[in-house]
Each structure stands twice: as structure tokens, then as C-alpha cells.
């Protein structure tokens, strides 16, 4: 029998009459093959409990509606592509899916409130056969004697009255197809790391709805296309990809690296981020597919060897270093994309030098130059460049061979599934634009996304734990910005700079090591800061706010930086919380310090409709009656 991806299988009154032994040996068979260990006498004895107390409730629906005995009933589901996500029960009702998550406790608790919001969430998302209908996601509180409450449209309800809350949610609609509901593809979007694996091991990525809607292969095919005609015709094209946060736009670099024959070395793909370099090497156990930016340009740029690569993409174009700061730092009297144009030069016949650009990202100095470096470049080339970029770019190249490509312009974060919103929600905040960020935020939670604020750092590690404790590869960790550096030591968060020198050295332990290794970034120790996370992602960053951006009746920053030579400190400080806050795919969590003086920034981030963590919402109450009323206006800081 072929592999299968659930543990139990079959209609509520097969459920209701399987001998319990065969069932549990069912159940213990599918967790040995998902994890490759057989589960523990614990874990034997919660599915125990949580059978019988899903066929009592049955037992009960059916005395009021005995149709329900022909819904489909399937345990232990496996949301594929997941590191081992699986919903504890799901029910094929009439015309909607239910998804129950037992909790051995009598307490509710938001994080479990939010993992069974986000299995129902990607079902609905990404299973072919839920699309369209409605999913109910139930937490069911095993210790609990309470009667049944509401979360929006999560139910919370005790094993009493779990039948009772089953009978009111079914509806009238036409029973589903329990087989063809099985065999459905569950294509989800993978990060960014599970994608590099898949292409660099020739595995083809999911077809992931949001993505293909996004038009991200169309996207894909025209970067080949493109750099094809300037290998048939001799041409040397320079194009550039735009692209919100997560938008897909190093996805799609990787997929043309591969496409055009980058594991044979005629292509590559380069990143001046150092930190995303090395995760993908380590990721990858490989070094040639992903290469740094700056060593590249060291070898071809400076010392003029003869590049091997004829495709060249390279991500974040538009935070390249400028001439003072090369001429600063190395003595050299010209920009990175003057070096990188050069090298492109000297190939035989044709290039295809493919920037991606960010929005919003320009968090070092020296790289706020933007796209004008490129101009400056090719006004100094002794060769015939052909532009392809999006329409939004094609000014900057006025009076150059421009081709306009509306496919060149990614505008869609797919890092956070559902939440399109969140992006410009972000920029609402950092603008000061309270009022307007709060209405975001409300369409932001209600896309799955949920936003939440505390005082406490335990309060929220606890949350982070409790939300995938029974999830076997989760992603969480500690951000922080770098300009509050000295500032959080006092909180037991290292991030000086020797700290973070160490820790560059192992930082792919921090995204790829198992949760209980210690230097996982599960382990909630080592706080990371905008330089190691950006172009990365986790499930959800716990960010600790610092004392470098604080509301005072507008946003005050108060960057590390301000020498000569940084144009913009208060940019920079604006980006580094950009970055941070974007770096979620199931939500984020905002720890505001109790000292007194980040009381303003607290409400001001509740203004802009960061919600209380349910936990910590008494203690915040409490805190803010203390305080004179927050006027939430439309200050720009």
C-alpha cells in the first residue's frame, strides 16, 4: 500500500463502530512513517481521550441528526509540505469543513485559538478540495466545563458540549465527497529555504494557487525568455524585477539560476546579504548555487578576471554601494553596479544581468543611491545595454533602449499567506497614521494574520511555545533592531556587535537547526536584528520593541548612525523596522518594554490596531487607565 497522508480514514459511523486497537495501530503506523519514530505512551494516551470523547459527541449529534452518521471523519490529517502539521480531527460535514483541535487543559489560551485559525486558514487556502467552502475551526478544551464561546469563527467549547456545538455549525448544503475531498492537492507556499531545497534537488515547486494568480511562473518564463534572446542574439540585457516584501522575487531568481543551467556553473546567484547567503549554503551543503555579492564583484569586478557566468542575477539592486562609500571603505573610485556592468563587458558576446529590487529595504549605509547607480553605470559602459524593467522604473533609463514589462513588477507579499494587507499596513504605521493603520490591521487580522502586543517577553515566549507545541519543525524566534543594540542588554538580549559577529559564523543553525538544538532560534535566545533576517523568513518573529523609535505625539527616532556620510539616519531606523515586521508567514508578535517611557509607544501601536495578547490584556488595561487618554491622530514623526 502506497504512502498515505492521514492516520484514520472513513465515515462518522465506521468511526463510531472501529474497534479501538486497530484504530490506534492505524494512528501509530501513520505517526512512525511522518516522523520516522513511533509516538510516545503519552501521545498513545491523548488519542485515547480525544476518540472517545469525539465519538461521545457524536453519539450525541446523531440523536438530532442522523444524517450526520454519512460525514466523512479523518484523524491525524497531514498538511503536506508542512514539517509534520496536522490537524487532530477533521469532519466532512453537509457543505463544510470542521477542524478540531483538542487541548488537554481547561483553560483557553489565545495560541491555541491560533493554530487551529491557521489550520483552517490553509485549508481553505491551499487544499484544492476546500476552496469555496466554508471551514469551521473548533478548539475543544478536554478539562473544560464551560459553556461554548466565540473567537470570530473559531469555537471554543468543552467535550459536553462539543455535540451541541457540531449540531448548530452543520448546515442543509450537499454532503461532500469524503474520497475526493482525500485526494485533493494541498499545495502550499513553501519558505524560501524549503523552495531552494526543492529546486536545487530538480524537484518541481507545488502549483500554489496564490502564487500562479500572482503570475509568478509567467514572471519566471519571461526572465528565461529574456535571457535566452540575449545569448541567440548577441545581446547584453539588463533587467530588473520589482517587487513588494515577499513577493516571491528571489524565488523567482533561483528558479532562472536553475532553469538556465546554474548547478553547471553558467549561471549564478548572488546576494549582498550575507547572512541569506550563508542560511542558503547551509541549507543547500553546497556553495556554488548561491554565491556572495561582494566576493564576486572582489574577483571579477576588482581584479577584471573573465566571468564564467553569462546569467547573472543578483537580488536587492537598488541598495548597492555607492562610489563614496567604495572609495570610503576600499579605496575604489567606482559603485558596485559600475563593477558589475564591467564584468558583464568582458563575457563573450551576450550577458543577462538580472537585479531584483526591493521596496523599502535600504537598511546599511551606502546603499541609498538607488536605482539612479544603475543609470551612472551604463552612462560610463562601452557597450550596448538593452533595459527590460517595469514600467514603474523605465524613467530612471530615459534615452536607453527600454522595453516596459508589466510582468517585471510583483506587487503581491506571498510570504504571509493570506495577509496582502500587512505590507501596506507597515507603512501606515512607520508613516504615523494611526487611525489608518488601525483600520488596516482589522483586515489584516481578519485574513489570518493575527497581530499581538505585550509587555511582558515571557508572555510572549509563551505564546510562541504553546502555539507549536505540537508541531514537529516550527520557526520562531527573537528580533530586534540593531540600532537599540546596547539598550536591550538589559533585557538578556545580546545583540552587540561581537555578539552578532559570533553568531554570522553559525546563523544557519539559528533558521535550519531541529527546535530542541541549541542554537535553534526556537530556543528564544539569541535575538536576530534586520541585518540577519532580511530576504529570510519564520513563522512568526517576536519583536522587541527598543528605545530607537518611540511615539511622542509622532514617531522620534533615534538611530545609532549619524555620521557624515549616511544620507537619511531616520530612513535607515524606518527600514529597519520595515524589515522586521514583515518577516512573518502565521503572524508577529510585538513586545513593548514596561519601563515607563515606552508607555506611549504601547498605545500608539494599539491605536494602530495591534491587539492586546488575550493573556496580557488585563495587565495592559490596567496600565493605560493609569495613564491620560491617547489622542491616536495622524502624526508623521
Known sequence: MGRRGWGWAGSVAELLDVDRASLLRELHAHHEQLLGMPPSAQQERVWVEEVELLRDALCELLESRGVAAAWGAVLEYELPYEGGRRPDVILLADGRVLVLEFKSTGQRQQSYVDQVKAYARDLSEYHS???GIPVTPIVVLTRSTAPPSLDG??????PRNLGAVLRDVSGDAEELDRQRWLEGAYAPLPTLIAAARRIFEHEPLPRIRRAESAHIPQTIELLEQLAEEARAEGRRNLILLDGVPGAGKTLAGLSLVYATGGLEADATFLSGNGPLVKVLQDALQSRVFV???????????LKERDPRHHVVVFDEAQRMWDRRYMSDKRGIEASEPDLLIRAGERLDRWAALVGLIGEGQEIYVGEEGGLGLWREALESSEEDWVVHCPPGVA?????YEVHEHELLSLDTPLRSRRADRLYEWIRLLLEGSLELAGQQARRVH????????TRDLDTAKRYARERYE????????LLVSSHADRRHERRGLDVTFMRMQQVNNRIGRWFNAPPDDPESCCQLEQALTEFQVQGLEIDLPLIVWGEDLIWEAGWRFHPKRRRAYVADPDQLLRNAYRVLLSRGRDGLVIVVPSEEVFDPTADALRAAGVEPLPEAAAILDQAAELRPRFNGGNGTG
Not at 505540537?470 to 524566534?477: I, N, T
Request: glycine share 14%.
Open 395 to 399: 524613467d530612471t533609463f530615459d534615452g
Open 291 to 301: 554565491r556572495d555579492l561582494h566576493k564576486f564583484i572582489g574577483e571579477y569586478g
Open 446 to 453: 481578519g485574513d489570518g494574520f493575527p497581530m499581538w502586543l
Open 153 to 158: 469563527e473559531t469555537y471554543i467549547t468543552s
Open 470 to 477: 505540537d508541531e514537529p519543525d516550527p520557526r520562531y524566534g
Open 129 to 131: 478540495a476546500t476552496r
